[in-house]
């Protein structure tokens, strides 16, 4: 069998600067979550409410699992249809980082929370049906063959699935609770800004290789992607928070982020 010729990436010759400019940007912004004092914030878990402190371990295994599929599907499948090899170089960057997200809210829970406790969020996570659809309609498009729908929806993974997600830490930390993680957390939706950006910005350099008919079809299926995850996303955050009294402000939230994302 004769193998392909592998080529060695060369960063000093760039084809497309947003490549070494989101490299830059990444890698700069960099950070592990040993480095937050979260143990800081046992005093104020301990002043939660069993109900609060059950919905904040659902909040971050659901946002686990997002990481997870981002990390071992999402940023992967993206590759084989880079225009750059700095393409691939960054978003490899962006699957180790959704790693690191991941083993962040690990870094939460083994810090505050029983071990029990933890154990049925998880199994909360794998039973929750609207949880699992959206990384079931996210993941169909990823093993589709459409790099461009790849990408649609990872950016609405990217700046839009999260957020239902990332409102509660905010929540708390406007009243002085849980300061530390929303610290974390705050790290985590920085870099997730520069992944929906940057993903939003190569599909849109592909657009232009593509007919008007062809980038009239896309904007179709985005905006129908949109609203299947949108719908989804208000079940799951009804029954999310089905104990309090914040959906509606989380999903006011969702519809901001939704725009964002379409912005993108």
Known sequence: MKLSRISAINWNKITDDKDLEVWNRLTS?????????????????????????????????GLTLLDTLQNVIGAPSLMPDALTPHEEAVLS?????????????????????????VDAAYAWSEENAPLQRKAQIIQQHYRGDNPLKKKIASVFLESFLFYSGFWLPMYFSSRGKLTNTADLIRL??????????????????????????????LKSFAFD???????????YTDELYAETPWADDVKAFLCYNANKALMN
């Not at 040993?34 to 295994?61: G, H």
């Not at 520069?194 to 980038?215: A, D, F, P, W």
């Not at 995850?229 to 208000?234: F, K, M, P």
């Open 29 to 61: 912004n960099f950070w592990l979550p040993e480095k937050v004092p979260l143990s800081n914030d046992i005093p104020a878990w301990q002043t939660l409410s069993v109900v609060e402190q059950q919905l904040t371990m659902r909040v971050f295994t």
């Open 93 to 117: 960057n962006i699957s180790f980082m959704e790693a690191v997200h991941a083993r962040s809210y690990s870094s939460i829970f083994s810090t505050l929370c029983q071990t029990k406790d």
């Open 188 to 217: 985590i939706i920085r870099d997730e800004a520069v992944h929906g950006y940057y993903i939003g910005y190569k599909y849109q350099k592909n657009m232009e290789k593509i007919s008007l008919g062809q980038r009239e079809e």
């Open 225 to 235: 992607l949109l609203l299947e995850l949108y719908d989804n996303e208000l079940q």
